[in-house]
Structure formats: structure tokens, C-alpha cells
């Protein structure tokens, strides 16, 4: 059984973060998308851990093999954890690339049980980021071409309180 890792903050789910769950899922047996508990953006979340875990929830319901979990502490401890062959990241940009090297390299370099399998979103995601969409939010821009149905009606519960 292939298990393939997909890591991040998803704060909140995007469309973006979607397309890399629905192309990763062909690749392995089975997908656990891992919200992370304590990454350096936490201070600065807008939706606490569970209301991310309901979020992707919602919005991978109904896809088979997918299964979504929350990890504390390092990366390549869940990946122990849950048995997974590989870690799966999204590639946005050349941007992207230096800090996504720089955090497989090192995982590699503690530990060589796994690669790290970076997929590319479809185009029209391939600018979209969680930052980017709070900050629309924030001033009153419309994202509902980049995030999932539940995540707009979570959106617009937030800007209420
Ligand atoms: O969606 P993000 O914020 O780009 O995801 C980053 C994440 C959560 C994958 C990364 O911060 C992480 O793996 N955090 C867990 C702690 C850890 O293992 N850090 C060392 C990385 S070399």
C-alpha cells in the first residue's frame, strides 16, 4: 500500500491546495493530507487547527483514498507515523522552489526513508496562496474563483466576527 504525505498549513484550503490532492491521489494507494499543528504561521493563523481539518474535510468529502489528519511536532515524524513513501508538495513558481529545496534537502539529510514528489497545480492556480487570498478577504476583494465553496462561506463567517 502507497501512502503519499501532503503537508501544509492550509490556511485556509484553496482551490490550488485541491487541484495537488486530486492530481496526488492517482499516484498512491492512499493520500493523508496533514494539517500542521505547529508551523512557523501558526501565531498568525485565521482559522484555528480544527476549522482547517473541517475545511479540508468538507471539501475532499466524497473523494476516495483521501483521509485527513493533524501532525504536531516534525514532518518526518508523521511520515513515520502514517507509513508514507513520500511527502507531496505543491510547485507554484520558481519562488517557490528555494524554500521547498532547502526543507526536503534537510529532511533528507535526518532521514532518507522518503522523497519528496512535488506536483504542479493546474495554471490557473499556479499563483494562488492562502496569504494571498487573506489578504483579499481583508479588503473586501472577491476570491470565490479560488477557494472551494466552503471555504468562501467560512470566509465570509470570519469577516462577521
Ligand atoms: O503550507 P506550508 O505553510 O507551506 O507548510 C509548511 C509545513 C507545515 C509543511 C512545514 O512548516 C512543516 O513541515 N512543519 C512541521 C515541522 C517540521 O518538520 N519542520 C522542519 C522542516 S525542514
Redesign the pocket.
Known sequence: MKVGLF?????PVTNG?LDVILRAKEIFDKLIV????????TSSAMFTLKERQKLLEEVCKGVPKVEIIC?D??????VKKYKAVS?V?GLRAISDFE??F???M??RE?TSDYDTVFLMASHSYSFVS?RMIKELVKFGGDVSPFVPPAVMKALKNKKHI
Request: hydrophobic fraction near 45%; charged fraction near 20%.
Open positions: 503537508p501544509g498549513s492550509f490556511d491546495h496533514a494539517v500542521a499543528v505547529n508551523d512557523s504561521k501532525f511536532g516534525l514532518l518526518l515524524e508523521a511527502v508538495r524554500y521547498e532547502q526543507m526536503a534537510m529532511n535526518i492562502s
